[in-house]
């Protein structure tokens, strides 16, 4: 029974993945992680690897998004500190 | 279906790879690398399934229940963890980058000044 | 090299990849294939072992040295994060200003906060009997942590999160691994050869030397996690740059 479920996981799995990697701004692009996350940790379970699963979920869905969430804020911040030194020398 | 696990994860593997090389951020090229990287659970996970057998955790299944490898879920389980700790030492590289190059558009950085 | 020019060369590499791999796969195994040698091994030597969950004796017991790698990979990529997010001469820590919080987000960070942390103490520590182990309650205790900063504001998260003692623990773990290995050695073994009494299979402590391996491994993965998000959210939260105004 599970295992007919696998294929469409399966192929829902291509599709995110495939959204994660086209995605260009890299803010969506974390969200996108966090779903692609997801979807590995139910692809993880339906092939019998809760173990996986379980670390997959823990990483794939809170801290990899959240690791890249942080380093935008904080270009943005550098950015900002730049430009306005800029202006202040000109 | 007997090979299409297996070409999924080559299809995300190409496409993650691909992400890499257009990426004009290099916060975005450590996410492409995190797709590209989860292929290689997919292809394992896969290479490791059996009809019919369920997880090998003998806690509450009788000792002679058929399970799938444990082995592949070993080694992709270790990797998942310490995958995001590298991901971290990349994006703290990227930061890093910006500091002090004030970018992190990879092209723009073609002559690293020192 | 112009970007459409690597764009081409990388299709070009894809287009042979994707064909070789496409041919490896079809002289593979097909999925769900009965014959696993690997596994059969495994399993018998877990048996042996009487550690229940087969996933963590291959992790701490059968591949217990390949861990040590592992785990020594994720100790340098810590130690590297932290190093090059370090405070840089020209900026200066300001004092974070707390933030108002609903009191519901109060509220449900306040509820989860001791459930999650608990259920990755539960996770640690039945790594050896049922699905979960150093590795995930790790993961989850770190992350578990930073709830206090969602329901409260960052000051709590930085008094929750004692720095010195965080790194402390993280470099104690990542050294318990290794010298747990010398267990094996003093008693004429191997190193990291499981040769602690290996008790009753599926109880707390069964698996020999399974579980402390596991509880280190939980130690040093959730103190690193900590660590490493502590200092990307010093990127984002206390810094200003020197530069910035006049408001010194």
């Given amino acids: ?90 | 279906m007997s090979v299409l696990p297996f070409l999924v994860a080559g299809w995300i593997l190409l496409v993650g790879m691909y992400g890499m090389v257009t990426s004009r951020d290099l916060v975005h090229a450590v996410g492409c690398l995190a797709v590209a990287q989860s292929s290689t659970y997919v292809l394992l996970l896969s290479v490791g399934f059996r009809h019919g057998g369920t997880a090998p955790v003998y806690s509450d299944i009788p000792t002679n229940a058929r399970v799938v490898d444990p082995v592949v879920q070993a080694l992709a389980l270790t990797d998942v963890v310490v995958g995001a700790t590298v991901t971290a030492l990349l994006l703290a590289l990227a930061l890093q980058l910006q500091k002090r190059h004030g970018t992190v558009d990879p092209d723009a950085l073609d002559g690293l000044r020192g | 090299m112009t970007r459409r020019a690597r764009t081409r060369l990388f299709l070009a590499a894809a287009a042979v990849i994707a064909a070789v791999f496409a041919l490896a796969c079809l002289r593979l195994p097909p999925f769900g294939t009965q014959t696993h040698p690997y596994a059969d091994r495994a399993v018998e030597a877990t048996m042996r072992q009487r550690t229940a969950n087969t996933v963590s004796s291959v992790n701490f017991d059968q591949r217990a040295f390949d861990t040590l790698g592992e785990e020594t990979i994720l100790f340098a990529a810590v130690l590297g994060a932290v190093g090059l997010l370090r405070r840089t001469a020209d900026e200066r820590r300001t004092r974070p200003r707390p933030v108002a919080v609903l009191p519901s987000t109060r509220l449900f960070g306040a509820v989860m906060l001791p459930i999650t942390l608990l259920t990755g103490v539960y996770i640690v520590g039945h790594g050896q009997l049922s699905p979960g182990g150093g590795f995930q309650g790790g993961v989850i205790l770190a992350t578990g942590v930073h709830l206090s900063y969602l329901a409260a504001d960052y000051r709590v998260l930085d008094r929750l999160r004692h720095r010195e003692a965080l790194d402390r623990a993280d470099a104690l773990a990542a050294g318990t691994f290794a010298a747990l290995g010398l267990i094996g050695l003093g008693a004429g073994a191997a190193y990291l050869q499981n040769v602690l009494h290996l008790g009753t299979f599926n109880q707390l402590v069964s698996g020999g030397l399974v579980p402390y391996i596991n509880a280190a491994v939980g130690v040093e993965v959730a103190t690193g996690v900590i660590v490493i998000l502590a200092h990307f959210l010093d990127q984002t939260e206390e810094f200003a740059g020197g530069g910035k105004g006049g408001s010194r």
């Fill in chain 1, 1 to 90: 029974m599970n295992e007919l479920v696998i294929l469409p996981v399966l192929l829902l799995l291509a599709a995110v993945a495939t959204m994660a990697a086209l995605a260009r701004d890299p803010a969506r692009q974390a969200v996108v992680l966090a779903v692609l996350g997801m979807v590995l940790a139910l692809l993880f379970t339906l092939l019998q690897a809760p173990d996986v699963a379980l670390s997959q979920l823990a990483v794939g869905t809170a801290v990899t998004p959240l690791l890249i969430l942080l380093t935008l804020r904080a270009v943005r911040r550098d950015r900002r500190r730049k430009q306005a030194e800029d202006r202040r020398k000109s």
